[in-house]
């Protein structure tokens, strides 16, 4: 008599923790530390511009040699790029994903809502939203320079300029830093939860962590503008 085969396979593990609500969270936050890595880092080097134009295009071409003679011209940044993009795509769908399974545990709406605990957790949803749709808009304006209409390819401070003396820079720029800085603030001290790096003692110095980075980059990422407002950045 054959024996018969076996159909039924065990999932892997990364199969069972991806699919575990532990598992999506945890995909979140560290994707999140990730993405707030490169925060800080960008608005670092975005903070180049008030030396002048020469130590910020200097600044842009070191960014697309970084890593030479190891790495070839242009690898090390597009390896920045692919792990930025994957920290982008594993936050929002596990992000996605999450919401999903918790209207489909809560399918029968509160007869009365429940205060929530800020403004930032609130608005967590949509924060990521004006965010990712920023991102779109940032790359077509200062990296392919689809949008930006007074481009000069090959001059990063004369098309940041540019960008920064019309309205509708400005005004999309500070209102996506905005929201960078609420995500932030809500998003680390989550990260902080699920990781289990918090508890009773740290909350408070947690808390005011969170508070801390979202206030330096909102101010540090908007001060450019600002600077270009002013005539300060010219």
């Not at 190891?70 to 390896?79: K, M, R, T, V």
């Not at 209102?175 to 990260?191: D, I, N, P, Q």
């Not at 005011?208 to 909102?218: E, I, M, P, T």
């Amino acid at each position: 008599m054959a024996l018969a085969t076996r159909t039924d396979r065990r999932p892997s593990f990364t199969r069972t923790l991806w699919d575990s609500t532990v598992g999506k969270k945890t995909v979140m936050a560290v994707s999140g530390l990730i993405m707030l890595a490169y925060l800080v880092v960008h608005m670092l080097g975005n903070l180049k511009v008030f030396f002048g134009p020469e130590q910020f295009n200097g600044y842009a071409l070191w960014l697309r040699h970084m890593g030479e003679p190891f790495l070839h011209s242009h690898w090390g940044l597009w390896i920045a790029r692919v792990v930025l993009l994957a920290s982008v795509v594993a936050h929002a769908v596990s992000a996605y994903q999450l919401s999903r399974r918790d209207i489909k545990a809560r399918p029968v709406r509160y007869a009365h809502k429940r205060r929530r605990a800020s403004y930032a957790t609130r608005t967590m949803r949509w924060g990521g939203i004006i965010v990712g749709l920023f991102i779109v808009w940032h790359i077509l304006d200062l990296t392919t320079l689809t949008v930006n209409e007074r481009a000069w390819e090959g001059h990063p401070y004369q098309n940041l300029l540019a960008t920064f003396s019309t309205w509708y820079g400005n005004t999309i720029y500070i209102v996506a830093m905005t929201a960078v800085g609420l995500h932030v603030r809500h998003g680390f001290w989550s990260a902080a939860q699920t990781l289990g790096a918090g508890n009773a003692r740290r909350d408070k110095a947690l808390k005011f962590l969170a508070d801390a980075l979202a206030l330096v980059l909102f101010a540090g990422f908007v001060s450019v503008p600002v600077g270009v407002m002013t005539g300060v950045v010219s």
